[in-house]
T-cell receptor
Framework: AQKITQTQPGMFVQEKEAVTLDCTYDTSDQSYGLFWYKQPSSGEMIFLIYQGSYDEQNATEGRYSLNFQKARKSANLVISASQLGDSAMYFCPLEDKFYFGSGTKLNVKP | DSGVTQTPKHLITATGQRVTLRCSPRSGDLSVYWYQQSLDQGLQFLIQYYNGEERAKGNILERFSAQQFPDLHSELNLSSLELGDSALYFC???WGLGTDTQYFGPGTRLTVL
């Protein structure tokens, strides 16, 4: 069975600093991908970034980048220059989208 | 705006009742997913449809059922409601399966009193 583990239930970061949100996964698939989603307090789920296991370069979307380490089965999200609007829950499902994990709650301090 | 619509936005009902939640996927998307998110919990996958056919089932109770219609909109039916069914129910759509990005609707907040 596929599984997602996010070991940081809650994190704080100072505005304008970078922060790394951890995500480890367990899958027996040889080819797979992983998404990151953000859920602000308003409730909507917002797609941030995706990377496939076959991609050689780590994905980047604006201030978001994925640090994909297949040997360790981890796909951490790095947010550079944190903004107050980054305060939210963050989830990292595998590409089948069946398992979202418990999420990490990020609080950005002014 | 993701392009996925869900109605109603809020729903308050009593235990034992039955409700229907509706989802319209983004134009062109064939796959619809339903999720349940209880207070301060992660998303629990319920069921997935692809082009009208049930594709995958997750932790969906027997009291819950869903279908996807020929126009690709989907409905989630919840019956014999219990207090514990109070949650935010999300619908999401993607063009196909696998790596296609999934876009979420705004959710339906169900409160069972």
């Amino acid at each position: 069975a596929q599984k997602i583990t996010q070991t940081q239930p809650g994190m704080f970061v100072q505005e304008k600093e970078a922060v790394t949100l951890d995500c480890t996964y367990d899958t027996s698939d040889q080819s797979y991908g992983l998404f990151w989603y953000k859920q602000p307090s308003s409730g909507e789920m917002i797609f941030l970034i995706y990377q496939g296991s076959y991609d050689e370069q780590n994905a980047t979307e604006g201030r978001y980048s994925l640090n994909f380490q297949k040997a360790r089965k981890s796909a951490n999200l790095v947010i550079s220059a944190s903004q107050l609007g980054d305060s939210a829950m963050y989830f990292c499902p595998l590409e089948d989208k069946f398992y979202f994990g418990s999420g990490t709650k990020l609080n950005v301090k002014p | 705006d993701s392009g996925v619509t869900q109605t109603p936005k809020h729903l308050i009902t009593a235990t034992g009742q039955r409700v229907t939640l509706r989802c319209s996927p983004r134009s062109g998307d064939l796959s619809v997913y339903w999720y349940q998110q209880s207070l301060d919990q992660g998303l629990q996958f319920l069921i997935q449809y692809y082009n009208g056919e049930e594709r995958a089932k997750g932790n969906i109770l027997e009291r819950f059922s869903a279908q996807q219609f020929p126009d690709l909109h989907s409905e989630l039916n919840l019956s014999s409601l219990e207090l514990g069914d109070s949650a935010l129910y999300f619908c999401a759509s993607s063009w196909g399966l696998g790596t296609d990005t999934q876009y979420f609707g705004p959710g339906t907040r169900l409160t069972v009193l």
